[in-house]
């Protein structure tokens, strides 16, 4: 009886044991993000945040889906740095092509895996038209290369000549060519762990059995802040920013232009310094410029320095905000994104000034814009009349008795009479001429 009470204790304590066992073995949580576009600004807070959601779900691993031609070198700098500093394995899986700014990335990576026919290298940095960037540029390639290559255990004298024709790799290279391997060339040299057909088997490959496989995907604000990080729409945007503000200063209190414009402003900087490329000191560059040329059009007479500075400061500021650059220090920025965003910069001013021409007189014939302006005219004709003067001074000459800009007053002979301009300014003391009478003031022209 007792043999047989052991017997069952025995078993039930094997039971308990194996269930407390079985609650206690923790799934594995695999994160899989895709990087199968350019590197650049989008793409970089892309892989930023999905590595921050691999940290908040407690991920065992993060897997790389790679397709790219390759991209920004200062946005593959942030991507590889930052997967060399993530706490748990990250590995990637170039399915085609891993090239330039790609190669960077998967060489940070703890371990390469490539599906049949997929290539890993060309790192040479290029120009916007495709040809080779100055030394200083691949030669801070090389040094990135190298130093990565290094922390993973591989050949950095590889890494190298995967950015520089001119060097040669023994068994590897010649001089004249820069280093691209195919999938079974990786593995020979050490710059692929295996042929794989998926990510399946990449996990398989990590005796991994029970695991839960997340793809990270970016919320709907994500979505629509890389959106607005398009080049293209950046210049759009600007383009409603000078269209709105001109149409707001051509009929105020409308509203809807200048709305318009604050919205078109928001959207422009606020995706840009979510992304760290605008910075405090380039939003305070815009404002200043449109301050300066607000003072400009209401205060200061005549397009000066005010005026000038604005325009710089404005067009610069906006240009800045797309560029990944320290403060003014732009010696790691490649020409063609200087370039580029300063083109998208003035298409989209000249876009909004091409509206100004052309759509002006659109918009003046509106009935949204007939609604809310005067369309009735006092003809003299209709025995409307506003000339208060006691005698005609049409045709005579007097002076400045203040400042036109343009309404003022002017002296003849020893009357000080109401006066404005056709919209340019005279300055106080200058001679003037009267060539209209119509209204309440006199019309002069500057003699």
Same mark, same amino acid.
């Given at each position: 009886?007792?043999?047989?009470?052991?017997?069952?204790?025995?078993?039930? *304590?094997?039971?308990?044991?194996?269930?407390?066992?079985?609650? $206690?073995?923790?799934?594995? %949580?695999?994160? @899989?993000?895709?990087?199968?576009?350019?590197?650049?600004?989008?793409? !970089?807070?892309?892989?930023? =945040? &999905?590595?921050?959601?691999?940290?908040? =779900?407690?991920?065992?691993?993060?897997?790389?889906?790679?397709?790219?031609?390759?991209?920004?070198?200062?946005?593959?700098?942030?991507?590889?740095?930052? *997967?060399?500093?993530?706490?748990?394995?990250?590995?990637?899986?170039? !399915?085609?092509?891993?090239?330039?700014?790609?190669?960077?990335?998967? #060489?940070?990576?703890?371990?390469?895996?490539?599906?049949?026919?997929?290539? +890993?290298?060309?790192?040479?940095?290029?120009?916007?038209?495709? %040809?080779?960037?100055?030394?200083?540029?691949?030669?801070?390639?090389?040094?990135?290369?190298?130093?990565?290559?290094?922390?993973?255990?591989?050949?950095?004298? /590889?890494?190298?000549?995967?950015?520089?024709?001119?060097?040669?790799?023994?068994?590897?290279?010649?001089?004249?060519?820069? *280093?691209?391997?195919?999938?079974?060339?990786? +593995?020979?040299?050490?710059?692929?762990?295996?042929?794989? $057909?998926?990510?399946?088997? /990449?996990?398989?490959?990590? !005796?991994?059995?029970?695991?839960?496989? *997340?793809?990270?995907?970016?919320?709907?604000?994500?979505?629509?802040?890389?959106?607005?990080?398009?080049?293209?729409?950046?210049? +759009?945007?600007?383009?409603?920013?000078?269209?709105?503000?001109?149409?707001?200063?051509?009929?105020?209190?409308?509203?809807?232009?200048?709305?318009?414009?604050?919205?078109?402003?928001?959207?422009?900087?606020?995706?840009?310094?979510?992304?760290?490329?605008?910075? !405090?000191?380039? #939003?305070?560059?815009?404002?200043?410029?449109?301050?300066?040329?607000?003072?400009?059009?209401?205060?200061?007479?005549?397009?000066?320095?005010?005026?000038?500075?604005?325009?710089?400061?404005? /067009?610069?500021?906006?240009?800045?905000?797309?560029? $990944?650059?320290?403060? =003014?220090?732009?010696?790691?920025?490649?020409?063609?994104?200087?370039?580029?965003?300063?083109?998208?910069?003035?298409?989209?001013?000249?876009?909004?000034?091409?509206?100004? #021409?052309?759509?002006?007189?659109?918009?003046?014939?509106?009935?949204?814009?007939?609604?809310? &302006?005067?369309?009735?005219?006092?003809?003299?004709?209709?025995?409307?009349?506003?000339?208060?003067?006691?005698?005609?001074?049409?045709?005579?000459?007097?002076?400045?008795?203040?400042?036109?800009?343009?309404?003022?007053?002017?002296?003849? $002979?020893?009357?000080?009479?109401? &006066?404005?301009?056709?919209?340019?300014?005279?300055?106080?003391?200058?001679?003037?001429?009267?060539?209209?009478?119509?209204?309440?003031?006199?019309?002069?022209?500057? @003699?």
């Amino acid at each position: 009886m007792y043999r047989n009470l052991n017997y069952y204790l025995a078993i039930l *304590i094997l039971f308990i044991s194996f269930q407390g066992f079985s609650q $206690n073995k923790k799934t594995d %949580t695999i994160l @899989v993000m895709e990087i199968r576009d350019v590197i650049d600004p989008r793409m !970089n807070r892309y892989v930023d =945040l &999905a590595l921050k959601e691999a940290r908040a =779900l407690e991920a065992s691993m993060v897997i790389i889906d790679m397709d790219t031609p390759g991209g920004a070198l200062n946005d593959a700098d942030d991507i590889s740095t930052a *997967i060399l500093e993530f706490e748990k394995p990250v590995y990637v899986f170039v !399915n085609k092509d891993a090239a330039s700014a790609g190669a960077l990335i998967s #060489i940070a990576c703890d371990s390469i895996y490539m599906s049949t026919g997929a290539r +890993i290298g060309a790192a040479t940095v290029v120009t916007q038209d495709g %040809t080779a960037a100055p030394d200083k540029y691949q030669s801070y390639m090389r040094s990135i290369m190298r130093s990565t290559a290094e922390a993973n255990g591989r050949d950095p004298k /590889i890494a190298e000549a995967m950015v520089d024709e001119k060097l040669e790799v023994p068994g590897v290279s010649e001089k004249g060519e820069v *280093i691209t391997f195919s999938t079974s060339e990786a +593995i020979e040299h050490g710059f692929c762990e295996a042929q794989v $057909n998926g990510i399946e088997e /990449i996990i398989a490959r990590q !005796n991994i059995t029970d695991y839960q496989l *997340i793809k990270y995907q970016q919320s709907a604000s994500e979505k629509v802040i890389a959106f607005f990080l398009n080049p293209f729409i950046s210049g +759009i945007l600007i383009l409603i920013i000078v269209g709105g503000i001109y149409f707001e200063l051509q009929t105020p209190g409308v509203g809807f232009p200048i709305l318009a414009a604050v919205i078109a402003g928001i959207l422009y900087l606020v995706p840009y310094y979510l992304n760290g490329l605008a910075e !405090n000191w380039e #939003i305070i560059l815009f404002i200043v410029g449109l301050v300066l040329i607000a003072l400009e059009v209401f205060v200061i007479p005549g397009f000066g320095v005010a005026g000038i500075a604005g325009l710089i400061l404005t /067009i610069g500021s906006l240009s800045l905000v797309m560029i $990944n650059n320290d403060v =003014l220090d732009f010696s790691l920025v490649p020409m063609g994104d200087i370039a580029k965003a300063f083109t998208t910069t003035i298409i989209g001013l000249l876009g909004g000034i091409l509206i100004m #021409i052309f759509g002006g007189v659109r918009f003046a014939n509106t009935k949204l814009f007939k609604r809310i &302006a005067l369309q009735d005219e006092q003809k003299t004709s209709d025995g409307y009349t506003a000339n208060f003067n006691t005698r005609s001074y049409l045709g005579e000459q007097g002076v400045a008795y203040t400042v036109l800009r343009p309404s003022g007053k002017i002296q003849i $002979n020893d009357e000080i009479l109401d &006066a404005y301009t056709r919209g340019e300014f005279v300055e106080e003391g200058a001679s003037v001429k009267v060539i209209s009478e119509a209204g309440t003031s006199l019309k002069v022209k500057k @003699v």
